[in-house]
């Protein structure tokens, strides 16, 4: 998994930063209800967005690539996945504070 380093934490928010080597990716995941502004410092990821099928069962929705520069306020009930392409440096700002999520998993194809 990657690495995450708390960098500033202050009443009502924190900073975290994020380091990705290849073939690291997160969890599907949401942030809890926290709202989260993340931002691509270096490289490139690979970000899915999913829906609530039910319960922990989720689809894919949307998914694209985030270049360096790229800022991305992250919507407090949205279901995400992570990805660097190659390595990649990301800061994540949380507020009021990074929270655990729920971990979801993806529909399968053809499943009935």
Same mark, same amino acid.
């Given at each position: 998994m990657y690495h995450r380093e708390l960098v500033h934490a202050a009443p009502g928010y924190e900073v975290w930063l994020l380091s990705w080597l290849p073939g690291q990716v997160s969890p599907i995941h949401d942030h809890g209800g926290v709202v989260t502004v993340s931002t #691509?410092?270096?490289g490139v990821v690979f970000e899915e967005r999913f829906e609530r099928i039910a319960g922990p069962l989720v689809r894919p929705t949307w998914a694209g690539l985030r270049e360096a520069g790229a800022i991305d306020p992250i919507d407090p009930a949205a279901i995400h996945? #992570?990805?660097p392409v190659g390595s990649a440096v990301t800061l994540h700002l949380y507020m009021p504070m990074c929270a655990d999520g729920q971990i979801y998993q993806a529909? #399968?194809?053809g499943a009935a």
């Open positions: #691509v410092l270096s996945r #992570v990805r529909e #399968v194809a």
